[in-house]
């Protein structure tokens, strides 16, 4: 990591400065925050022994930094303000090194963290953008059951109610051999089971039993009369899924057109499916499949 020490008692900064490059850190030293530094830090060890008014400076300069404060004793003045400015975190001199080095992981593990928590709820908005789960209230009671065409759909609402209740998410597939020991080991998780519409009814009634005191949320590909507690369907429109192995020619096409049709116009679709423009007219009547504009 790139360091910078702001410190205007030498001896000090040497210490630290020399335990740092031993850590193998790159470092910067200055004793004034006057000097006109360009460079970017990862972390910024500053000392409120400065004027007020220079580490405050300092602060705003260096706001995407982890800023320590280095501190002779504590006030609104050397602490509580320079905080509420954007330090992350004091330490008292004089200070052990071994706790100055444990503060500067502690708060890079903390900011990579918090950098991949933000990515992946990107990601999961990205990939979740297109899918509606308005049909279910997040009161619902749980377990439920969700009857869907894909399971993106269920994906997100799983998410959705892990936030409701403040959990974390327990994925689990019912195609796995050792599913009912991992829903029953499990409980402080929202419990996610996919792969549902896979069982045999004996299978589903032994993991009906096991999920019956717990917060899980089950998707299926099929309509499942038989599970005794709460049920939904969520369904993306523009989307056909069909279960069996072997497709139709009729689905195949249905598929391909509802899919496709806002990518490719008309003439490059019909190509594309071996079949001419009033063929491909000809199929959406038949099928009852709306153009897209």
Not at 6 to 27: F, M, T
Not at 105 to 132: A, G, P, V
Not at 148 to 169: E, H, M, P, W, Y
Not at 172 to 194: F, G, H, M, W
């Amino acid at each position: 990591m790139n360091i910078l020490i702001i410190e205007n008692e030498i001896y000090l900064a040497q210490k630290v400065v020399s335990r740092l490059l031993d850590d193998g850190h790159s470092c910067d030293y200055v004793e004034s925050a006057n000097v006109n530094l360009s460079k970017y830090y990862d972390i910024v060890l500053l000392s409120t022994s400065l004027p007020n008014s220079a580490y405050k400076n300092i602060i705003k300069k260096y706001k995407d930094s982890i800023i320590i404060l280095l501190v002779s004793y504590i006030s609104d003045e050397t602490v509580t303000n320079p905080i509420k400015a954007g330090a992350k975190d004091y330490i008292m001199k004089p200070f052990i090194m071994d706790e100055l080095v444990r503060k500067i992981y502690h708060y890079k593990e903390f900011r990579n963290i918090s950098q991949e928590l933000e990515t992946m709820k990107e990601y999961l908005d990205f990939i979740f953008k297109d899918i509606e789960t308005d049909t279910v209230s997040l009161s619902t009671s749980l377990p439920l059951l969700v009857k869907t065409n894909t399971q993106k759909c269920v994906d997100k609402l799983a998410f959705q109610f892990a936030s409701r209740f403040g959990l974390t998410i327990k994925f689990i597939s019912a195609a796995k051999d050792n599913y009912l020991k991992e829903i029953s080991s499990t409980t402080r998780e929202l419990i996610y089971v996919t792969d549902y519409h896979t069982l045999k009814k004996s299978a589903k009634d032994a993991l009906n039993k096991v999920i019956e005191e717990k917060k899980c949320i089950i998707c299926s590909l099929e309509n499942e009369e038989d599970f005794p507690f709460e049920k939904a369907e969520i369904k993306k429109s523009d989307l056909v899924v069909i279960n069996d192995n072997i497709m139709t020619i009729n689905d195949y096409v249905k598929l391909m057109v509802v899919s496709f049709q806002s990518k490719y116009p008309d003439t490059e679709l019909s190509k594309k499916l071996g079949i001419s423009r009033k063929s491909l007219w000809e199929k959406r009547k038949k099928l009852g499949i709306e153009k897209k504009k």
